[in-house]
């Protein structure tokens, strides 16, 4: 499993760079963070990269990623800085000052694949509110 992040508020290209930094000093996640570029449009010039992939597994690591972003949200002088955490299938949660336990929980919530039936459920709930009739 992956975790792709990405940071809006301040100087968005030098905070990314400093949250991998941040992130590389955790014994837990140096070694699975790489840069990837940002999606650039004809005529834009872009950002180096845009984004961190966390390869996150099925180990500690998710939780290590937790504390981690708690950290770097919660360091002196990282005022109106937000975190965007998204998993490939494009679940995501935006992360500012909540609480470490809820941070852990919102981070897990993303990177944890739904079972079978909360996708059941999640397709109902979307077929009950778009008006579509199950058959």
């Known amino acids: 499993m992956e975790a792709w ?48 992939v966390v390869a996150v597994g099925h180990g500690g690591a998710a939780g290590a990623l937790a504390g981690a972003l708690h950290g770097f949200l919660t360091r002196p002088g990282a005022g109106g800085v937000r975190i965007s955490v998204s998993s490939p299938d494009g679940r995501s949660v935006r992360l500012a000052d909540q609480r470490p336990e809820e941070v852990e929980a919102l981070v897990r919530d993303v990177l944890t694949a739904p079972t079978e039936d ?15 009739l199950a058959s």
């Not at 400093?18 to 449009?41: F, K, N, Q, S, V």
């Not at 909360?118 to 579509?132: I, M, P, V």
């Open 5 to 52: 992040l990405s940071v809006r508020g301040g100087d968005a290209v030098c905070e990314l760079r400093e949250l991998e930094r941040w992130l590389e000093i955790d014994p837990l996640l140096c070694g699975r963070i790489r840069a990837r570029a940002a999606r650039r449009w004809r005529g834009e010039l872009g950002l180096p990269y845009g984004v961190l």
């Open 118 to 132: 909360e996708f059941e459920d999640e397709y109902a709930a979307w077929l009950a509110g778009s008006g579509a």
